[in-house]
């Protein structure tokens, strides 16, 4: 079985400043992570996603994501966010085999303010 | 079209009352998803088809919900004698071949359902 744990309901940041949203998983087998943000009324978009290779993953909007496997945590972060970054955001799980259905956390809203 | 469109866009309905929920995918994609997302909650997974058939149905909970995709395109999630506890945005999701992670899942904008 895979789960996500969002260690944050809601993250409020002034303008420009840095932000990391938390996110860890379980999983008995090899993972793939995902990052989603959905805007009002939108479905979600994927910001980033981890596969393989390089730990450290870049994403669209400036985000970047790295996993840690020791950790097992997969936390977004972006240097300097915009009041536009405002939206709710989803980490995901998708465990090795099977029919690679997604586990979604229960999300963080990230609340940026001027 | 060219995004995952769903219709209606919201849906107000009775409890016992039957209902219907629409997905048309991106055209071409042969994986489309189904999911549920109640409020301050993350989207839920319900069916997975690939193609005309549900190649993984374990999320739908119980029996009085079905999906169909008749035409391996558009897909209608149906919900017969609703109640109270289905209130939640259907979000629907469609990849261009397979559920492997490596083939991103693009989403529509939901269906809200609200059961009186």
């Known amino acids: 079985a895979q789960s996500v744990t969002q260690l944050d309901s809601q993250v409020p940041v002034f303008e420009e400043a840095p932000v990391e949203l938390r996110c860890n998983y379980s999983s008995s087998v090899s993972v793939y992570l995902f990052w989603y943000v959905q805007y009002p009324n939108q479905g979600l978009q994927l910001l980033l996603k981890y596969l393989s290779g390089s730990t450290l993953v870049k994403g669209i909007n400036g985000f970047e994501a790295e996993f840690n496997k020791s950790q097992t945590s997969f936390h977004l972060r972006k240097p300097s966010v915009h009041i536009s970054d405002t939206a709710e955001y989803f980490c995901?799980?998708?465990?090795?085999?099977?029919?690679?259905?997604?586990?979604f956390g229960r999300g963080t809203s990230l609340i940026v303010h001027p | 079209g060219a995004g995952v469109s769903q219709t209606p866009s919201n849906k107000v309905t009775e409890k016992g009352k039957y209902v219907e929920l629409r997905c048309d995918p991106i055209?071409?994609?042969?994986?489309l998803y189904w999911y549920r997302q109640s409020l301050g909650q993350g989207p839920e997974f319900l069916i997975y088809f690939q193609g005309t058939g549900a190649a993984d149905d374990s999320g739908l909970p119980n029996d009085r919900f079905f999906a169909v995709r008749p035409e391996g395109s558009v897909s209608t999630l149906k919900i017969q004698r609703t109640e109270r506890g289905d209130s939640a945005m259907y979000l629907c999701?469609?990849?261009?071949?397979?559920?492997?992670?490596?083939?991103?899942?693009?989403f529509g904008p939901g269906t809200r359902l609200t059961v009186l």
């Open positions: 995901a799980v998708v465990s090795s085999g099977g029919s690679y259905i997604p586990t």
């Open positions: 055209s071409g994609h042969t994986a």
């Open positions: 999701a469609s990849s261009f071949s397979g559920s492997h992670p490596y083939n991103e899942q693009f």
